[in-house]
């Protein structure tokens, strides 16, 4: 590098929905969207690309003394399938009104829950399925429940039945156990540290508190069908701050079916 260009490099592809894992020399300051990125003391810190992420996006890094340096990168544009979900209970797609300031309240906490900046590096880990099943729903898609647009889906979805565990895809700290929201049922929210976390939903069981931490593997839940589904599955979602990000970049292919 020549001297006044500071190192910065990444690990993994800009494509939306991706969670990159960046390299800065110890002490450099890296914003990205707005938001001063939290840097680890040997210069490692994550950032997460959303769905709609634009083409280009810039990090900008400062390294103390020097003017701030702007960093561009192109971002693979995804096509997002259509997916069309009939028969989810009528109460959940139009909700009636007696019901708004409860779903408020409930994604203010899972709003809250994934503002967490927390100096956990668990991001660092290599990431494994919560669980092995047929994968039926894919991040990204644009949604129809009973032929009505809704907002697109951002996990991806594992049809096993109600009861099956989901363990901890890597380690992490209980920010949100909560047993029945509206939408999403039993709803449990793991902070991979840096902001990087995920979303368990219609869960039938949680099997882990707030406040506690967990290994990758852990028994965390049970699959259910609480909220807004057709039948029981796990909907793992992910974000890095509002950043919705696709968990299954993060994973390898779907092990075949453990019995
Ligand atoms: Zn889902």
Do not use: C
């Not at 800065?24 to 990205?32: A, W």
């Not at 020097?66 to 544009?77: C, D, I, L, N, T």
């Not at 399938?81 to 779903?103: C, H």
């Not at 909220?227 to 993060?250: C, I």
């Amino acid at each position: 590098m020549a001297s006044g260009v500071e190192a910065l490099e990444f690990q993994g592809e800009w494509q939306q929905g991706a969670v990159l894992r960046g390299q800065v020399e110890p002490g450099t300051k890296v914003s990205f969207l707005g938001r001063q990125v939290r840097v680890a003391e040997d210069g490692v810190f994550v950032i997460g690309l959303g769905r709609d992420a634009a083409k280009q996006v810039t990090v900008i890094t400062e390294v103390k003394g020097q003017e701030p340096q702007e960093h561009q990168f192109s971002v693979k544009q995804r096509e997002y399938r259509i997916q069309r979900v009939e028969g989810v209970p009528a109460k959940t797609v139009n909700p009636p009104a007696d019901q708004l300031a409860r779903i408020r309240k409930e994604s203010a906490l899972a709003r809250k829950a994934r503002k967490v900046d927390s100096t956990r590096q668990d991001f660092r880990e290599q990431f494994e399925w919560p669980l092995t099943g047929p994968i039926t729903g894919v991040y990204g898609s644009q949604r129809y429940y009973n032929g009505e647009p809704r907002r697109p889906h951002f996990g991806v979805d594992v049809a096993r039945p109600t009861g099956t565990v989901v363990v901890a895809p890597a380690s992490g700290k209980v920010l949100l156990a909560y047993d029945d929201m509206f939408f999403s049922g039993g709803t449990l929210i793991v902070d991979h540290g840096h902001g990087l976390s995920s979303s368990f939903i219609h869960l039938s069981k949680i099997l882990v508190e707030e406040g506690q931490e967990v290994k990758l593997g852990d028994p965390i839940a049970e699959v259910g069908a609480t909220g807004r589904v057709t039948g029981p599955h796990l909907d793992w979602r992910m974000n890095w701050f509002n950043q919705r990000v696709d968990p299954q970049l993060l994973v390898g292919p779907m092990p075949k079916l453990a019995e």
